[in-house]
C-alpha cells in the first residue's frame, strides 16, 4: 500500500429513516494531507495522525446536541479504488434534560378540574416527569390525580380547599435533573360570595353617585331658574294681599267708584286766599 485514502462523511439523519438525506464531507485524507471542510472542522482530529498504520479513529472534541448523527467512513488504497470498504456508526449526543417549562391552570373553584402541564425541550434519552405538592403534609387522594411521566401531563379532578397550593414538577433522565413549579388556587362558595357581594356593593355605590350627581345638577339648574323668574316685574300684577275676588267686588260697588273720582272743594280757593292776606 503506497498510500491511504480516507473520507469521513456524516448524514445528519439515519439512513434507515431518510435515505435521501445529503452526506456532508467533514474531513478526509489523502496524498498524506488532510482535509476539513465541514464547520467542525476545529474540533476534528485523527486519534493517529498520520493514519498510515491503518488506524482512521476520529476525534471529535467539545461535543454539542448538533454532532447527532450517523457517521460514515470509506477508506481505499489507489490506485485499487475498488477494493475501498466503508463503515458507520450512529452517534448520539447524551445530555440532561433542559428546565422545563410549568404551565396550567392556575384558578379553579371547588368541584372543578384542573390540567398541568411539564416539558424540556432538549434532554437525551428523553427525560421523564414526575409532579408532587412542595408544601403539602398530606399526601392528596390519588382517585384525583392522574400524571403521565411520558408527556409531563398531571390532571387533577373534583377539587377541594384541599388542592390549592404550588405543585413542582422535576424533569430527569440518568444525566441530571431540573424542575419547575406551578400554583393553584381552589376558590370556595364562600370566597365566590364575598367576591360578587363586593362587585355588587361596588356597583352600588357607584349607582348612587351618580344618581346624586344628576339631582344635583338638577335641583341647582330650578334654582336658578326660580331666581330669574322672581325678579321680573310685570305691569298688571296684583298687588301682594289683594286677590283678585276683592276687586271685583270693589269694581261693582258704586262707594268704591265714588272714592276713586276726586272730589271738588270751591271753598280751597279762598281758604288760601284769606290766608295769604292774613301773612301780609
Known amino acids: 500500500m503506497s498510500s491511504y485514502g480516507i473520507d469521513w462523511r456524516v ?3 439515519p439512513m434507515e429513516k431518510s435515505p435521501t438525506a445529503k452526506e456532508l464531507a467533514i474531513l478526509y485524507f489523502t496524498n498524506d494531507k488532510l482535509y476539513k471542510p465541514g464547520s467542525q472542522a476545529k474540533r476534528l482530529s485523527f486519534l493517529h495522525n498520520p493514519p498510515t498504520m491503518g488506524d482512521a479513529t476520529l476525534q471529535l472534541a467539545n461535543v454539542r446536541p448538533s454532532d ?3 457517521y460514515i467512513c470509506e477508506v481505499n488504497n489507489p490506485p485499487d479504488f475498488y477494493g475501498s470498504g466503508s463503515g458507520l456508526i450512529h452517534f448520539t449526543v447524551l445530555m440532561p434534560p433542559s428546565t422545563p417549562v410549568c404551565k396550567g391552570t392556575e384558578y379553579t373553584r371547588i368541584g372543578g378540574d384542573a390540567t398541568l402541564t411539564c416539558s424540556s425541550v432538549e434532554g437525551v434519552p428523553a427525560p421523564t ?28 379532578t373534583n377539587l377541594s380547599l384541599a388542592f390549592s397550593g404550588t405543585y413542582q414538577c422535576v424533569a ?18 364562600g370566597e365566590a360570595g364575598v367576591i360578587a357581594g363586593a362587585v355588587i356593593g361596588v356597583l352600588l355605590v357607584v349607582l348612587l353617585l351618580g344618581a346624586a350627581a344628576i339631582y344635583l345638577f338638577w335641583y341647582r339648574k330650578e ?8 325678579n321680573d316685574i310685570r305691569e298688571d300684577a296684583t298687588a301682594p294681599g289683594i286677590s283678585d275676588a276683592s276687586l271685583q267686588r270693589h269694581g261693582s260697588d258704586p262707594g268704591s267708584r265714588l272714592l276713586k273720582q276726586p272730589v271738588s272743594r270751591p271753598e280751597s280757593a279762598s281758604t288760601t286766599k284769606s290766608r295769604l292776606n292774613m301773612v301780609v
Open 172 to 189: 430527569s433522565n440518568q444525566f441530571g435533573h431540573v424542575s419547575c413549579q406551578v400554583t393553584v388556587n381552589v376558590a370556595g362558595t
Open 223 to 230: 334654582e336658578s331658574r326660580s331666581t330669574v323668574t322672581g
Open 11 to 13: 448524514d445528519l439523519m
Open 68 to 70: 447527532n448523527g450517523t
Open 129 to 156: 416527569y414526575t409532579w408532587s405538592r412542595v408544601d403539602s403534609k398530606t399526601s392528596l387522594p390519588l382517585a384525583n390525580m392522574v400524571q403521565n411521566d411520558q408527556t409531563g401531563k398531571l390532571q387533577l
